[in-house]
């Protein structure tokens, strides 16, 4: 099993959609949770981050981390084409020291 | 752009070849972290230099091999190469690079290295 499970999608949506993307993990001693968004041809570029559980807002984007499901979410509101990326989540805990990426989720936005 | 440079940006070369990938961090930045990324994967942590010294190591393989030199530039070195090696490699730098995640630790990725092996 993966430390980090993320649905590779692709994700296709209407512009203005709410979107929701997803990831789970294995590792309860994971604290900070990422979101890295990467365009074609690009590397990734951190998003958003969290640390344990709760909400973070940041314009369109809201971070979210259930520690007791082991499940954390980035939710997009009022999507553009411009979102059309690919995003992963990513992992760390204090002990450990490495980061643990998901595979990414493909979205795409259509005009 | 991120400020980390990669080079070169493309490579193809033949199975048991070997290849060298350079890495340039940020003005700063203490910490260089290379990754792999293929399509079956997803993005896999290699290894990490902190100043120099190695940090931490993740799924690197034997035949894969890295550095960190005074001027904190770094080569990732990758040996015997097979087909299955093919792919995006990624180099990070940070200003930090121990302990929890913070703003200090924030990793910047360059543009990628491809590597194709035939």
């Known amino acids: 099993q993966k430390e980090v499970e993320q649905d590779p999608g692709p994700l296709s949506v209407p512009e203005g959609a709410i979107v929701s993307l997803n990831c789970t993990y294995s590792?309860?001693?994971?604290?900070?949770f990422m979101w890295y968004r990467q365009y074609s041809r690009k590397g990734p570029e951190l998003l958003m981050y969290?640390?344990?559980?709760g909400n973070k807002e940041d314009g369109r984007f809201t971070a979210q981390v259930d520690k007791s499901s082991k499940y954390i979410s980035l939710f997009i509101r009022d999507s553009q084409p411009s979102d059309s990326a690919t995003y992963l989540c990513?992992?760390?805990?204090?002990?450990?020291?490495?980061?643990?990426f998901g595979s990414g989720t493909k979205l795409n936005v259509k005009p | 752009d991120s400020g980390v440079t990669q080079t070169p940006k493309h490579l193809i070369t033949a199975t048991g070849q070997r290849v060298t990938l350079r890495c340039s961090p940020r003005s700063g930045d203490l910490s260089v972290y290379w990754y792999q990324q293929s399509l079956d994967q997803g993005l896999q942590f290699l290894i990490q230099y902190y100043n120099g010294e190695e940090r931490a190591k993740g799924n690197i393989l034997e035949r894969f091999s890295a550095q960190q030199f005074p001027d904190l530039h770094s080569e990732l070195n990758l040996s015997s190469l097979e087909l299955g090696d093919s792919a995006l490699y990624f180099c990070?730098?940070?200003?930090?690079?121990?302990?929890?995640?913070?703003?200090?630790?924030?990793?910047?990725f360059g543009p990628g290295t491809r590597l194709t092996v035939l």
């Open positions: 590792n309860s001693a994971f604290q900070y």
């Open positions: 990070a730098s940070s200003v930090g690079g121990k302990g929890g995640w913070s703003p200090y630790n924030e990793q910047f």
């Open positions: 969290t640390y344990s559980s």
């Open positions: 990513a992992m760390k805990s204090d002990v450990i020291n490495k980061f643990y």
